[in-house]
């Protein structure tokens, strides 16, 4: 390989990791009880900022600043995105709030019960009562709990460092806790332990778990599994590329790329010296999971650079790295199940009225997500949807709308419109087809009830 393409490779190797500039916070997964991703949780509740009354939480949703989110069961698993690369994932029973940019950080949360995992760079970090942790390109999970003495809080670091300061203005210096480490706080009093075996294996599992929610019941627990000892081996040695890189192609031979893929190509180029066959395999496993991801021009760019490369030095690095070609040069598409050439992917069409019952005269929004197979967001689909009555498009009730509605998804894969009848029956039923090209049409129904 030529000295000019050589370095072109780097550029782009690292380039598939995202500049994270001023991010919005959106709902990437919710998981279930029995650990199927949902559309929406009923039992997770969002209350906006400026009002009083909590709402459904559903996934493409975009969280404000101010916007609080809680979870009192403790049954569901929400996953929230700020960035290709950054992420928190909220367990258990949970009340957080998103808090304004600081200091450079973007992606900042106010923890005010419950678990989170945080996955990212400096662009993150969490409110814990009388402290902040701030991520630098690190893992690490952050406990908030009460008991008969009060408030305790812990922050264990699967990878790079946080630095833990007061929140009060002029309260000390801070404090850099590195990877394996675990800061338990409560009052005045600090204590600094190791990390043990059992956190490892809850933060590999509940990763796992997340990963495979999109997947068929029935691979499931098999895919859990084979994940969980993935992460598993990431967690026990952050400082493996290796590891991380056969992390991300078991998430692609399965469909289970998720919110830490990107992340963990990132840190394997951070932690690891710089090779010609680390540049090859990073380029070629982040091409493999923008193509799951649904994101066509970004995959398309990074498999053009490897056809220059060549298949035997494509190949020829991959094996170096302990990679299966065959699954990150032709990944799975969702479900696990090999393509065939020429097929067109498919797509999936999620929609919810919301309201799902309006009175005469009212109106109800109709919320449209496409995803590819795997859930990753399609942007640029274009959707049509029609009722047999009523109108879309109109904010006033009763005002001129349009017999159907169409228009195209957004970056989080998304469309909205608003429908409403004047004359209605007791209830509709919405036809929703979802187009875009590459994709098979797909399409989806959702009633709406008048009372």
Not at 154 to 168: H, I, K, Y
Not at 406 to 425: D, E, K, L, S
């Amino acid at each position: 390989m030529g000295r000019r393409a050589s370095a072109a490779l780097l550029v782009l190797a690292l380039s598939s990791f995202p500049v994270r500039a001023a991010a919005a916070t959106t709902v990437a997964t919710i998981v279930g009880p029995d650990g199927a991703a949902l559309e929406a949780a009923a039992n997770v509740e969002r209350i906006r900022f400026g009002e009083a009354q909590p709402i459904r939480l559903a996934v493409g949703d975009t969280l404000e600043v101010g916007d609080e989110l809680r979870s009192a069961g403790g049954a569901f698993t929400v996953v929230l995105a700020c960035s290709e690369a950054a992420s928190v994932t909220l367990t258990g029973a949970f009340r957080v709030a998103i808090m304004p940019a600081s200091d450079g950080r973007t992606c900042l949360l106010d923890l005010f019960a419950g678990d989170a995992y945080m996955t990212g760079d400096r662009s993150t970090g969490l409110g814990l009562g009388d402290v902040t942790a701030g991520a630098e390109r690190t893992q690490y999970r952050a406990a908030v709990s009460r008991d008969a003495e009060g408030v305790r809080t812990e922050l264990a670091v699967f990878d790079g460092e946080v630095a833990v300061r007061p929140a009060a203005a002029g309260g000390g210096s801070a404090r850099a806790l590195q990877a394996g480490a675990v800061l338990s706080m409560q009052g005045a009093r600090r204590v600094e332990t190791a990390l043990t075996a059992p956190q490892l294996e809850a933060a590999a599992r509940l990763y796992a778990v997340v990963d495979a929610s999109r997947l068929a019941q029935g691979v499931r627990p098999t895919v859990v599994k084979q994940l969980e000892t993935a992460y598993l081996s990431v967690l026990q040695r952050p400082g493996d590329a290796d590891a991380r890189l056969k992390l991300v192609e078991q998430q692609v031979r399965f469909a289970a790329t998720g919110a830490t893929s990107l992340h963990q190509l990132d840190r394997a180029v951070a932690v690891a010296p710089r090779s010609q066959e680390l540049e090859v395999a990073t380029l070629a496993l982040s091409a493999a999971v923008y193509r799951q991801r649904g994101e066509e021009t970004r995959a398309a760019t990074r498999e053009a650079a490897l056809r220059d490369l060549g298949a035997p030095a494509v190949e020829q690095a991959l094996r170096a790295r302990k990679l299966d070609p065959k699954v990150v040069r032709r990944p799975a598409p969702p479900g696990g199940v090999l393509a065939v050439p020429g097929a067109l992917a498919t797509l999936q069409v999620h929609a919810l009225a919301e309201p799902p019952a309006i009175h005469v005269l009212g109106e109800t929004r109709i919320r449209v997500r496409v995803t590819t197979g795997d859930g990753a967001p399609v942007q640029g689909a274009r959707v049509r949807i029609a009722a047999g009555g009523g109108s879309f498009g109109h904010a006033v009730p009763g005002a001129a709308g349009a017999a159907e509605a169409a228009g195209r998804t957004g970056a989080n894969g998304i469309f909205v419109t608003v429908w409403g009848c004047r004359q209605c029956a007791p209830a509709y039923v919405l036809s929703v087809e979802a187009t875009r090209e590459g994709f098979a049409p797909a399409r989806a129904e959702v009633t709406v009830r008048v009372e």
